[in-house]
């Protein structure tokens, strides 16, 4: 084998390896969604999931109940409309609630049912992407009806304040490790012990319960390369796509360059045995 041999296959090589991480790849072209229930007075919703001047569903979860959310599931980047329809009736009945979505490449969405029975609604939130490093991020979501405001506290610190139904905080950054958070409302109160690992974010949804409150701790995504991917959604099928902010070029890159030096000494060996080296 010659050298311009050698060097001729590390073309072929890298297309190789970019035909292997084509599924990969698709991740730029990846977002994900979580479904879930905090409407108390709702019913348990079956949710579908309509991309864009399609009216086949191609995702549907069954018998979403109050307090219930999802693992998050991996769509096509895109437009989507989702229907709520009570668990059980017909997938051609007028939905419940409906909503639409724009999934960005490498984003994450928490899609619920929110409100009292007059007024349901659905809402949908952005999840950060990139944790703090050695920190975790935190963020409130005020979805009791009992409690017209609430404020939560981890220790001396306010996480939220005075927050009305529907409404949420930006991230924090706090101290991690097991924290007693702490929700107090107009005349109601609750302290959960919640574990917030570092390098983890987390939604912190404050709930109704039999004669109180109650904090629900959601793990968003676990820093910029680990999305939490679940099966409780279906349809889409495939793999579960590689983390945003993570690429094969380097292992590539490498692969090539040592492919290229191992070629190149194997033909100076071959030389050497064949004492067709010229010694200077």
Do not use: C
Request: no cysteine; aromatic share 6%; hydrophobic share 45%.
């Amino acid at each position: 084998m010659k050298l311009r041999t050698a060097v001729a296959l590390v073309p072929l090589l890298l297309v190789f390896g970019l035909l292997v991480y084509a599924p990969s790849a698709a991740a730029q072209d990846t977002g994900w969604i979580r479904w879930g229930n905090w409407a108390p007075s709702a019913p348990a919703f079956d949710i579908y999931l309509y991309s864009f001047g399609d009216l086949k569903a191609q995702t549907v979860i069954k018998h979403v109940r109050y307090g219930d959310v999802s693992s998050y599931m991996a769509v096509p980047t895109g437009q989507y409309t989702i229907g709520m329809r009570d668990s059980g009736a017909a997938a051609t009945a007028p939905p419940t609630l409906s909503a639409s979505v724009q999934v960005a490449p490498g984003a994450a969405y928490t899609i619920v049912s929110m409100g009292s029975a007059s007024h349901l609604g659905v809402q949908v939130l952005k999840e950060a992407m990139n944790s703090a490093a050695g920190q975790a991020l935190v963020r409130v979501v005020q979805e009791s009806l009992q409690q017209h405001s609430i404020t939560v506290t981890d220790g001396n610190r306010t996480l939220g304040a005075h927050l009305l139904l529907g409404s949420y905080t930006g991230y924090l950054s706090v101290s991690p490790g097991q924290q007693a958070v702490r929700v107090a409302g107009n005349s109601e109160s609750a302290t959960e012990q919640v574990s917030l690992p570092a390098n983890t974010i987390h939604t912190l949804v404050v709930l109704d319960e039999s004669g109180g409150l109650r904090i629900d701790s959601l793990e968003d995504a676990a820093g910029s390369q680990t999305v939490p991917i679940g099966a409780a959604a279906t349809g889409f099928g495939g793999t579960a796509p590689r983390a945003p902010g993570s690429s094969p070029m380097p292992w590539l890159v490498s692969l090539a360059g040592g492919s290229l030096l191992a070629a190149a000494g194997v033909i100076r060996l071959r030389r050497i045995r064949g004492g067709t080296v010229r010694l200077p």
